[in-house]
């Protein structure tokens, strides 16, 4: 199961994510661990992602989750909402994941890895991708 840290205010739009905003717009389900589906993650609509993904939202805060099925909209699309301790629910659900088998799982690392510029896209100056890339990616991985 991919996991994608998103602490820039750019969201999606942050280059130092590489082609992973493509691979977004593919997924059939979203997973958000204390990370409201807000103008980050374009409310979570379409093209930013899937008309047909749906979401687990999962928050320690009541208030956040309502939040969260307001902004998203349509309530067929949350498969859960509950409350969670985001760093726990984390845990757990990568000791599931562990068990599971997948290619999709390398085809997002493969995007996060990508350096060339998205469709549509400019691609900033190279000198600073690595910088932001490192610096997001060390914060991911504590």
Same mark, same amino acid.
């Given at each position: 199961?991919?996991?994608?840290?998103?602490?820039?205010?750019?969201?999606?739009?942050?280059?130092?994510?590489?082609?992973?905003?493509?691979?977004?717009?593919?997924?059939?389900?979203?997973?958000?661990?204390?990370?409201?589906?807000?103008?980050?993650?374009?409310?979570?609509?379409?093209?930013?992602?899937?008309?047909? #993904?749906?979401?687990?939202?999962?928050?320690?805060?009541?208030?956040?989750? &309502? +939040? /969260?099925?307001?902004? !998203?909209?349509?309530? %067929?699309?949350?498969?859960?909402?509950?409350?969670?301790?985001?760093?726990?629910?984390?845990?757990?659900?990568?000791?599931?994941?562990?068990?599971?088998?997948?290619?999709?799982?390398?085809?997002?690392?493969?995007?996060? #890895?990508?350096?060339?510029?998205?469709?549509?896209?400019?691609?900033?100056? &190279? +000198? /600073?991708?690595?910088? !932001?890339?490192?610096? %997001?990616?060390?914060?991911?991985?504590?």
């Amino acid at each position: 199961m991919p996991a994608i840290c998103m602490e820039s205010p750019r969201g999606v739009n942050d280059p130092c994510l590489g082609a992973f905003p493509t691979m977004l717009a593919q997924a059939d389900l979203v997973v958000l661990l204390g990370k409201q589906p807000d103008f980050t993650l374009k409310f979570g609509q379409p093209p930013a992602v899937h008309k047909d #993904a749906r979401f687990i939202v999962l928050d320690p805060d009541p208030e956040a989750l &309502r +939040r /969260a099925g307001y902004a !998203i909209g349509d309530p %067929s699309r949350i498969a859960l909402a509950a409350l969670a301790e985001p760093y726990a629910a984390a845990a757990g659900l990568t000791a599931a994941a562990k068990k599971l088998p997948g290619a999709w799982a390398g085809e997002v690392e493969a995007a996060l #890895a990508s350096t060339g510029p998205r469709p549509g896209r400019s691609s900033p100056p &190279r +000198r /600073a991708r690595p910088r !932001i890339r490192s610096r %997001s990616v060390a914060r991911c991985r504590r």
